[in-house]
């Protein structure tokens, strides 16, 4: 995994993604004390992130490949991601969902022209599904986070936010299986050797937290309302990336999350998910080294079910800014 | 009222304005049936377009009036912007609100060094208020609508679209007393003289709407969630500008401007209010002609208290799209 990957990765994927803007807003950098750049993936292509690794990895497909079709399991956003660039390519896409994922995740994706195949999350394994399926069809395997093409893709957000910020003395992502974390962590160090990484991780899932303290990967069980970072473990190809390149991770709890998107929506007026609030959460509340001066944001994505979201008990939290 | 007016008005708000983006919705294109360029004035400054009239008036003040400071009435966004506005040169700004207005408005505009007169709305007249206030201090009335340097300034939005989308068919915005409106039509048909100019108001406040069909100012008793279009009557100065220009006002229910919330919420990631949703709700809901290909929508603000919008009711409309 390298620099000249991910900028391989942004010509690649420019036709399908979205280049997202990058805003500030001086209440934030007030409450929180540091200048802050926000990298907006809830404005990407199907809402998050997801697309850049998705659209590498189907496009970097041969046609032969392409001829036999790709299949991942989620029941998040990498799922309509990968749907939405097999597609754009004309490949065939089978998506391997729970039978009772959200009826608006499982239409989207239908939606999206893809093949979805529901298991029995209680009694059947999506990974002997998935596999069975590859063995039977020979589709090759969109893996969300295990899979270099992917990290490449992801990589291009930081890539771009520091082509636009070159100065940022810092860079803060949310972390899950360390996808995302890895990729911005090569792109940036790549463009810029001096800049600090930090992970942003939800307490109730600090797999990555306490796998970098202890040096190696261990498993957690996972109970946060940010749904797309409720990773057991971080990944085999990721872990050794972030041991390298990461400074720390920091931890934010779940009401940290929801009076952040609150603040982000009442005055930023934009709505990102509780995964993508994570690392915008550990500076609006300090968590990074206090002698930064600007720091760059990745806000991931803007997925989330109005009901979802505890609206009262998001707008009765104290108002501490 | 000329298009000259509005250009002046461009230079002098240029340092207190932003340029708003202006963005679109492929997802909201198909549902409307037409292509939709939305003015997002949710991200102005103070969040909402009153800055630019307001800007307009304290920015056109001579010396000697700037001495003698602005008064306005105002419970909405229009007090804000003249604090802000104020504060920007200098100026003293007195703000009179009802005593019984949202803490939160109270307090932010103080903090933009305003001073707050309070008020009994139930027993005193916020004219009588500030009139006497001027008479006393010899202060400028900032008033919200009944201003040319106001309506000047408001049509720097729509100025600004037409330069971005030169090809627009047509032009819609939210009506009030309709300053905006007024401020708008004079820009786009400024600057583009075939496009067609539509209001869209609430159908619990459609004096607008009633006062184009009678051909005089009528007075209604509004009753609408979208809380800053509950204007009695259309103003003096704007009305005669709105029979000039204005095709037709269109109207919305508050369901169809909750359903429009949410669309905007969460697929393009934005918070916009219910008054500034008004015109996009129109569009959405198929309300301007079938043979429109492309329309300019101005979203004109995004000031929300979340727990005054009915977020359960909001997610449990008929997902219509």
Known sequence: MTPALIAEARGRIAPLCQRTP??????????AGVRTFFKCENFQKGGSFKIRGASNLVLSLSPAERERGVVAYSSGNHAQAVAIAARHVGAQCTIVMPADAPRSKLEATAGYGATVVTYDRFRESREEITTEFIRRTGAVLAHPFNDP????????????????????????????????????????KGARPGIRIFGAEPEGANDTFLSLQAGKRLTVKPDTIADGLRSASPGELTFPILQRLVETV?????DEMRATIAFLLTRMKILVEPSGVVAAAAALYRKLPVELKSVGVILSGGNLDLEELSWGRLSSLPPAF
């Open 22 to 31: 990058v805003w500030s807003s001086r209440r934030f950098d007030e409450a």
């Open 250 to 254: 920091v931890l934010v709890t779940d």
């Open 149 to 188: 093409r992917i990290v490449a893709g992801h990589g291009t957000a930081a890539a771009e936010l520091i082509e636009e910020c070159p100065d940022l003395d810092a860079l803060t992502s949310p972390v899950s299986s360390g996808g995302l974390l890895a990729g911005c962590a090569i792109a940036a």
